[in-house]
């Protein structure tokens, strides 16, 4: 168990819907990051936020949003769903302090648009 | 062309058999090194980190990294079924936090 906790695990919606995914980071990290797998891309870094202030932005379209909370989880939101955002989306958290400091990831929430 | 390539597999071994996999890069600015294990549908789980040119070894896993080649390679030696799932090689730079991923190789220890 890697401490970064993720909800829900499974999402089924229509296309055009718009879903909220949620991570809590492992305790005393302040960094979060959220990642997209899917099978023809792989894992690709959407977005971080570190202390609730964004800090760097990857391939994430424009109909994807994310904040950080005061009590540093993290929300995903997906917007106008299309079939091609069904993948498997993870959240992973850091201390983002020494340079060489890792990634934690959780377990994922694996959304399928219908 | 991928800032980081890696072989997809699957790659299907004996039980006990030494393991290499490997990836390759592109980026010059890459400094760190990570290698994850995933097991099907769940998250990637950080096994090996090294900073910069040289090996690491931990327990049955050893990581390498050739920074003048851009190559970095993960041995498991005494492989067991258990280390069955797909392994994916992830780098980054100085100053930017986000991983690049490669594509992940799917390892498969026959009994």
């Known amino acids: 168990d890697s401490g970064v906790t993720q909800t829900p695990k499974h999402l089924i919606t229509a296309t055009g819907q718009r879903v909220t995914l949620r991570c809590s980071p492992r305790s005393g990290d302040l960094s979060v990051y959220w990642y997209q797998q899917s099978l023809d891309q792989g894992l690709q870094f959407l977005i971080q936020y570190y202390n609730g202030e964004e800090r760097a932005k990857g391939n994430i379209l424009e109909r994807f949003s994310a904040q950080q909370f005061p009590d540093l989880h993290s929300e995903l939101n997906l917007s106008s769903l299309e079939l091609g955002d069904s993948a498997l989306y993870f959240c992973?958290?850091?201390?983002?302090?020494?340079?060489?400091?890792?990634?934690?990831f959780g377990p994922g929430t694996r959304l399928t648009v219908l | 062309q991928k800032e980081v390539e890696q072989d997809p597999g699957p790659l299907s071994v004996p039980e006990g058999a030494i393991v290499s996999l490997n990836c390759t890069y592109s980026?010059?600015?890459?400094?760190?090194f990570m290698w994850y294990r995933q097991y099907s549908r769940k998250g990637p789980e950080l096994l090996m980190y090294?900073?910069?040119?040289g090996n690491k070894e931990d327990g049955r896993f050893t990581a390498q990294v050739d920074k003048s080649s851009k190559y970095i390679s993960l041995f498991i030696r005494d492989s067991q079924p258990s280390d069955s799932a797909t392994y994916l090689c992830?780098?980054?730079?100085?100053?930017?936090?986000?991983?690049?991923f490669g594509s992940g190789t799917r390892l498969q220890v026959q009994p």
């Open positions: 090294t900073y910069s040119s």
């Open positions: 980026n010059s600015a890459f400094q760190y």
């Open positions: 992973a958290s850091s201390v983002d302090g020494p340079p060489g400091d890792t990634q934690y």
């Open positions: 992830a780098m980054r730079g100085p100053g930017r936090r986000a991983l690049t």
